[in-house]
């Protein structure tokens, strides 16, 4: 009897704990959604980053750079709407993070490891950067880590680069460094590039995005081997946002993406060399302002976005009305005689003349394109085709087709145009012979003067970074530019 009765109050207690179990695991999951869950009711994906060309800044046209873009694409794919918040510093940066209520994730150009690595948990790796040491072109060049004693060192504060840096002073004692939490990198290049410190660390990507705007900064030498750049997410057992994350980032490096933006971003990097680099910022400042209403006015009426029209102008002729080829082909756009007249431009020399009639001639050219092609490389087509002819063009797409790449995109197309200057592959194509590795010089330059006016003409810019490293540009600044249609960009 006793026994029976035992048994039973057992029974019943195992019963009673099992639904007690039951309960509270059914409410906490009722109460507590994964992030991942979160961040689909809200609707909204909450990214955490740094105001810099390399990462995240704002023009006219919005929110660009290549962080941005990655983001957006991400939350894209999760049906999303995407917010940004900035941070000051890295620290900042990685404080916000941790914070309860604190943004989804930091995109922001980190480099995974030291101290960090146990306040986080870093995605799959996008980018692979190598560590640089700068120094100032004149100076005597540092080669390796003993010269980088008794030489005035900042880098940022809570980097990467500073951990480097501490490591590196175990060995040789006398190096001394500054970390800086005030500074985004751009100001530490430009300290460099006026001689205000010796030498910082900067991430390959960032350096080559930024070498135009600071022509005497040059490379000492690489800091140890390249790694890959990496998102952050709150440290948490909960995995189902990162899984995305991660998913999002191989697929993005197989079907292109990456190397889309790569390309966009740092791809033309070395294009202009730093004489180019620098002759570009003089001619902004002394050139550009007296051509500046032209293309402004060309591009309103054309809805298209003046700065391209700038960029090409400067590519054809750098700004010089009276430019002649050997060719024949004249002016500031560097017009055919065949194109001026189908375009009603009666004195190609004639500045004002030149860029309406090449405004009008590229907008033509574009508007010629199958519809198959897709901006932004719509626009990149445009552009070659202005420059080669779209005959051409279409043999370049034509051979792309047959080497199974995609005809409608640029970085494929761009590859197939040098071959129509070797025989072997222009006697099979319908137009024949044509430099066609020129035209991707051509568009290349063009993307790179384009982006530097872009980013020369958003709102921070004025008076702002560029006009204290020297490259001030009274014309651009002064006067407000229009919106501009997005698919001009990436
Ligand atoms: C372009 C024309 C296209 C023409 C192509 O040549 O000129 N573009 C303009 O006039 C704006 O119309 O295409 S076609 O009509 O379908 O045949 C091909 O002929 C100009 C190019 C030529 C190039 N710059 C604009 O990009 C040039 O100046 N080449 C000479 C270089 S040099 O003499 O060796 O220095």
């Known amino acids: 009897m006793l026994a029976l009765t035992v048994s039973r109050v057992r029974r019943t207690a195992w019963f009673l704990a099992a639904c007690i179990f039951l309960l509270i695991s059914g409410c906490t999951e009722a ?66 993070l941790g914070r309860e209520g604190g943004p989804n994730l930091a995109a922001a150009g980190l480099t995974p490891g030291g101290d960090r690595s146990s306040q986080v948990r870093y995605s799959h790796s996008y980018l692979d950067v190598t560590p640089q040491v700068v120094f100032r072109n004149g100076e005597q060049r540092p080669t390796r880590p003993e010269d980088l004693e008794d030489k005035r060192i900042v880098v940022l504060k809570g980097s990467s680069h500073a951990a480097q840096l501490a490591e590196l002073k175990k060995q040789f004692p006398r190096i001394t460094y500054r970390e800086s939490d005030a500074d ?28 135009v705007y600071f022509p005497n900064v040059r490379v000492a030498f690489d800091l140890g081997d ?24 191989d697929k993005a490096k197989q079907d292109g993406l990456l190397q889309r933006l790569k390309d966009r971003y740092y791809g033309h990097v070395d294009v202009l060399g730093y004489v180019g680099a620098y002759t570009f910022a003089q001619h902004l400042q002394q050139r550009l302002p007296k051509y500046e209403q032209h293309f402004r006015q060309s591009g309103q009426k054309l809805e298209a976005d003046w700065r391209l029209l700038a960029a090409i102008g400067y590519q054809e002729s750098m700004w010089q009305p009276d430019a ?11 017009l055919t005689n065949r194109t001026a007249q189908a375009m009603g431009v009666a004195n190609r020399l004639d500045a004002k003349q030149s860029i309406q009639g090449g405004s009008k001639y590229y907008i033509q050219v574009k508007d010629e394109l199958p519809e198959s092609i897709q901006d932004p490389d719509r626009t990149w ?13 279409d043999d370049a797409r034509k051979l792309a087709e047959q080497e199974g790449l995609n005809p409608n995109k640029w970085l494929d197309v761009k590859k197939m145009l040098p071959r129509l200057a070797q025989k072997q592959w222009y006697r099979k194509t319908r137009y024949g012979y044509a430099r066609g590795g020129e035209t991707v010089h051509f568009v290349q330059n063009i ?21 204290e490293s020297g490259l001030h540009l009274p014309g651009v600044n002064k006067t407000k530019p229009q919106d501009t249609p997005s698919d001009e960009k990436l």
Request: charged share 25%; no cysteine.
């Open 381 to 393: 087509f445009a552009l070659a085709a202005y420059n080669i002819g779209g005959a051409h063009l």
């Open 324 to 334: 002649t080829s050997k060719t024949g082909v004249r002016g500031l756009m560097m």
């Open 184 to 211: 985004e990198m751009v100001d530490l290049l430009r300290m460099v590039d006026v001689g205000e410190i010796d030498v910082t660390l900067v991430d390959s990507n960032e350096l080559a995005m930024n070498q």
């Open 447 to 467: 993307r790179r003067y384009y982006d530097i006016l872009t980013w020369v003409t958003q709102p921070q810019m004025e008076g702002g970074q560029l006009a």
């Open 226 to 249: 390249s790694r890959g750049l990496a998102w952050a997410l709150p440290a948490s057992d909960d995995n189902s946002l990162l899984e995305k994350v991660n998913a999002f980032l």
């Open 31 to 96: 109460k507590v959604p994964t992030a991942l869950e979160r961040v689909q009711k809200d609707g909204v994906l909450r990214v955490i980053t740094r105001n810099s060309p390399a990462t995240y800044f704002q023009d006219r046209n919005g929110d660009t750079g290549f962080e941005y873009e990655l983001a957006k694409r991400f939350a894209d794919s999760l049906g999303v709407k995407l917010e940004i918040e900035t941070a000051d510093n890295l620290d900042d940066l990685y404080g916000q």
